[in-house]
């Protein structure tokens, strides 16, 4: 199953995206800021484990302690990190038209419709080697749900 990492101070997104992506069939792992991502990649190297590296990569350009400009800079100085994984960067303060920071596949502005965000997710992790991405699991079907009024008279 592909592996998508989010990268966003706003909680709300962060958990938005997770369900989506989830019912998407993708892996999904969540970050509030840069360096905690960072801190992930830097514990799996001095634990000698290879990082489970994502398809994709959505991060948000304006966050607290390590923005998605600093994250690009590190992960341009260590190439390795990034390896195949796509980045799409997301910003409120960007406008169409505006260049896409560097190693950015592209630049997302916010707010964003969420159709157009699967997408462009599903778009970019074609493009990912074989091995690197599998084709998510089918949404899982739903069932309809009785109101809470009638669960409450039946019981």
């Known amino acids: 199953m592909a592996r998508v990492f989010v990268v966003d101070d706003d909680r709300s997104i962060r ?7 989830e019912l998407e069939g993708y892996e999904v792992t969540t970050f509030g800021n840069g360096r905690q991502m960072i801190d992930a990649f830097e ?15 959505l991060m948000d350009m304006m966050m607290p302690v390590m923005d998605g400009w600093a994250v690009c800079q590190y992960l341009e100085a260590h190439g390795e990190v990034l390896g195949e994984s796509r ?17 950015a596949q592209m630049l997302l502005c ?12 599903a778009a970019q992790a074609a493009l990912l080697p ?6 998510p699991a089918p949404a899982p079907e739903l069932l309809p749900v009785a109101p809470l009024a009638t669960l409450r008279a039946a019981g």
């Not at 514990?43 to 990569?57: D, E, F, M």
């Not at 964003?112 to 462009?120: A, I, V």
């Open 130 to 135: 074989q091995g690197q991405m599998e084709t």
């Open 15 to 21: 958990d938005l995206l997770r369900i989506a992506l």
């Open 110 to 121: 916010k707010p964003f419709h969420l159709d157009r965000l699967l997408e462009l997710v």
């Open 43 to 57: 514990a799996c190297s001095r634990a000698q484990q290879a990082p489970s590296a994502p398809g994709v990569i």
């Open 87 to 103: 980045l799409i960067a997301m910003s409120a303060a960007a406008e169409p038209g505006d260049e896409a920071p560097p190693l």
